[in-house]
Nanobody
Framework: QVQLVESGGGLVQAGGSLRLSCAAS????????MGWFRQAPGKEREFVAT????????TYADFVKGRFTISRDNAKNTVYLQMNSLKPEDTAVYYC????????WGQGTQVTVSS
């Protein structure tokens, strides 16, 4: 059973930083792409970033390019999202994602950016 557990969310002022973590369990994740999505109140869930199994290929939504960095530690089955220069519009629940035959999601971690 695949399990994803996010952590690291919180309340931060605009311009601040947070580092999210997603701990994966239930199988080996070193050969799969993992990603982050977010969902703001009243909006659909949207793509934020993905990282290939080796970490060599990363993709980002345009609205986070230059501010967020995705990384992973396969030895720890953990993927990270370093978020810098946060804006109030980054306020959302952030979800970790992996697709192994089907989509798996964590429970999410709340990020609130105050102006």
């Amino acid at each position: 059973q695949v399990q994803l557990v996010e952590s690291g969310g919180g309340l931060v002022q605009a311009g601040g930083s947070l580092r999210l973590s997603c701990a994966a369990s239930g199988r080996t994740f070193s050969r799969v792409t993992m990603g982050w999505f977010r969902q703001a109140p009243g909006k659909e869930r949207e793509f934020v970033a993905t990282i290939s199994w080796s970490g060599g290929i990363t993709t980002y939504a345009d609205f986070v390019k230059g501010r967020f960095t995705i990384s992973r530690d396969n030895a720890k089955n953990t993927v990270y999202l370093q978020m810098n220069s946060l804006k109030p519009e980054d306020t959302a629940v952030y979800y970790c994602n992996v697709h192994i035959g089907q989509n798996y999601w964590g429970q999410g971690t709340q990020v609130t950016v105050s102006s």
